[in-house]
């Protein structure tokens, strides 16, 4: 089942304390739907600028990304300049360029109309909305966001949030979005937003998925070398709704397999720059770090 993806495609420009990049290639939706590609089809909504190279095309297109929504209009693309230090947990942003998004009218082609998969990757909420008034009755609506449009268009995110089934979102942000330090109460308070489901990302200490009856962890998987935790969250939830997607299991057991799908794809992500970890990455390899993390976390019954 094919999942519809929009968000942003980006020039990222990233220091970490192990090295630097300069406008690679990045952005929440480029993220999501390569991750979410090694499961099943995905379809991309973007806007790029004239600026955008025909390989970085060419690369999701090798993929199998739909690529018909994917706009080029006059401009620049979009670009993101963050930083990290020693706690790779925490991204501080330099610089945001909304450029060619900041007038970008998404249309989508008739064929996405009917996706019953949306993802609402990281970008402006009332872009976020409007894709999502055009797809007729979608069976599962994910939404991630951040800190930038928390604190700039929270009003325009809480109206697109009560059309959410899953809302992914880091730790911090949780607590922001909700105003209130305690993650437990700041979860129930997110959750009467809309999403019955919230899958709170915690970086090297894993995530928490908050449902109706129940709370489910799953650890970080264990990596000695995390070069750039760029894309981390995006490439999560595109192992996360990639499965749902492909597997249509929306029971908590499911939702719980899924997120370790999911972090799975986020520890391949973090080990290079941009998406060049994802672009030699094979299916075993993804089977492989599942099956350990599932050891990580077994332990025996209580006597
Ligand atoms: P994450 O998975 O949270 O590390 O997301 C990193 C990606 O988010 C980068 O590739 C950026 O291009 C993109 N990004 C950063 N800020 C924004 C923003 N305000 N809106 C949309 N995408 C963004």
Redo the contacts with the bound molecule.
């Keep these: 089942m094919s999942i519809l993806v929009v ?2 495609v ?1 020039f ?1 420009s990233i220091s970490t304390p192990f090295g630097e990049a300069e406008d690679v290639l ?3 939706a480029c ?1 999501f739907s390569t991750s979410a590609s090694f499961f099943t089809d995905v379809n991309l909504v973007a806007v790029v600028g004239e600026d955008f190279p025909q390989q970085h095309v060419d690369f999701l297109c090798s993929r199998g990304i739909g690529l018909e929504g994917l706009q080029k209009s006059a401009g620049q693309t ?1 670009r ?1 300049k963050g930083r990290y230090e020693y706690d790779l947990n925490e ?1 501080h ?1 330099l610089d ?1 360029q909304l450029n060619v998004f900041e007038q970008f009218k998404p249309v989508l082609p008739e064929t996405y109309r009917d996706s019953e998969f949306v993802f609402l990757a ?2 402006d909420p009332e872009l976020q909305l409007e894709v999502l008034q055009q797809v007729k009755n979608p069976r599962l609506v994910a939404c991630d966001t ?1 800190n ?2 928390i604190s700039g268009k929270r009003d325009e995110l809480i109206k697109t949030l009560s059309r959410v089934d899953i809302l992914v979102i880091n730790e911090a942000e949780v607590r922001q979005l909700a105003e209130e330090p305690n993650l437990i109460k700041a979860a129930a308070i997110v959750r009467s937003f809309g999403p019955k489901t919230l899958v709170v990302k915690r970086g090297e200490y894993g995530v928490l998925m908050f449902g109706e009856h129940s709370v489910f962890s799953a650890p970080a998987y264990p990596l000695e070398e995390v070069f750039d ?7 999560f939830a595109g192992g996360f709704i990639g499965y749902l997607a492909a597997t249509r299991n929306l029971e908590e057991e499911g939702l719980r397999k899924a997120i370790v799908f999911g972090t799975v794809m986020a520890s391949f992500t973090v080990e290079k720059f941009s998406l060049d970890r994802l672009r030699e990455l094979e299916y075993e390899e993804i089977e492989d770090r599942y099956r350990r993390i599932k050891l990580l976390t077994e332990f025996g019954h209580l006597d």
């Design positions: 968000g942003s980006a990222d990045g952005g929440s993220y979009f993101w991204a942003t945001t990281n970008i951040m930038f449009w935790p760029t894309g981390a969250g995006d490439t």
